[in-house]
């Protein structure tokens, strides 16, 4: 696993063998990357949250490509590989990592706080939903949330919520989503 592209393209990415660490694959960041960039424009000045980092490839990719970058890992043992690697690119000043439980760690910003926020937690935790809650608040105005799944489960958007763009990789469904206007959240769908 390695950094796609940006600054530190082909750096090498620790990947841990720990239960339910899905690393996202190189050829779904490009593309999701791909749908950012025209979605957003340049990343520089914008602050992405990857709330269960695992490899971090998420938030390092977003970090290399001229954003700065928070990682938040519950492994102690691969929160402090993550760290290991910022310090390597020196990029202390672009990405931090919190070694903690995701939604404890995103009581502590403000609202509208991150342009983009990175939801892939392991498929089996239940956290997709209470995820996507704690991402409401601190999304910026016109932040973007990327959220992955399942591909086998069909499940509906939670209300007020709509998906931009979307896409299927084997057993991975992703998609970029975006808060629903005001207008849509009561509406059923």
Known sequence: MRIGSGKWKRTPLPVMDLEGLRPTGSRIRETVF???????????????LDMFAGSGALGLEFASRGGS???????RRN????????????????????????????????????????????????????????????????????????AELEEPLPSGWRA????????????????APEREEGESK
């Open 79 to 150: 929160a402090a590989a993550l760290s290991e690697v910022v310090r390597r690119l020196h990029a202390l000043s672009e990405v931090s990592v919190i070694c903690g439980d995701s939604l404890s760690a995103c009581q502590r910003w403000p609202d509208g706080n991150f342009n983009v926020i990175f939801i892939d937690p392991p498929f089996s935790s239940g956290l997709h939903e209470p995820a996507l809650q704690a991402a409401r608040r601190l999304l910026t105005s016109g932040g973007l949330v990327y959220y992955e799944t399942p």
């Open 34 to 48: 791909d749908w950012l960039r025209f979605l957003l424009g340049d990343f520089s000045g914008k602050k992405a």
């Open 164 to 179: 931009l763009r979307q896409g299927v990789s084997g057993a991975v469904s992703y998609r970029i989503l975006s808060r």
């Open 69 to 75: 970058a928070v990682l938040i890992e519950k492994d």
